[in-house]
Nanobody, 114 residues
Framework: QVQLVESGGGLVQPGGSLRLSCAAS????????MAWYRQAPGKQRELVASISSGGRTNYAESVKGRFTISRDNAKNTVYLQMNSVKPEDTAVYYC????????WGQGTQVTVSS
């Protein structure tokens, strides 16, 4: 059974930074692709960034150059470093693990506002 627990969300001013963390249980973390998605009110959930088991990363155009995804296999944790945030980054951010299926965390709220 895979469980994902996100942390690090909150209120941040435009132009500020925030780091999200997602801790995974289970033994498949190191072979799984990890991803961050987000869903803003009234919008569909969208992929923000992903990182493969080999470290290959992929980003949505809207966050390229501002967000960085990374992983620590020794800690079963994936991170999302968010820099130069904008009000349009406001959303619930979800961690996802993909391996023999897709698993989701409960989400963490990120609000960008002055």
């Amino acid at each position: 059974q895979v469980q994902l627990v996100e942390s690090g969300g909150g209120l941040v001013q435009p132009g500020g930074s925030l780091r999200l963390s997602c801790a995974a249980s289970g033994s498949i973390f190191s072979i799984a692709t990890m991803a961050w998605y987000r869903q803003a009110p009234g919008k569909q959930r969208e992929l923000v960034a992903s990182i493969s088991s080999g470290g290959r990363t992929n980003y949505a155009e809207s966050v390229k150059g501002r967000f960085t995804i990374s992983r620590d296999n020794a800690k079963n944790t994936v991170y999302l470093q968010m820099n130069s945030v904008k009000p349009e980054d406001t959303a619930v951010y979800y961690c996802s693990l993909v391996s023999r299926g897709q698993y989701w965390g409960q989400g963490t709220q990120v609000t960008v506002s002055s």
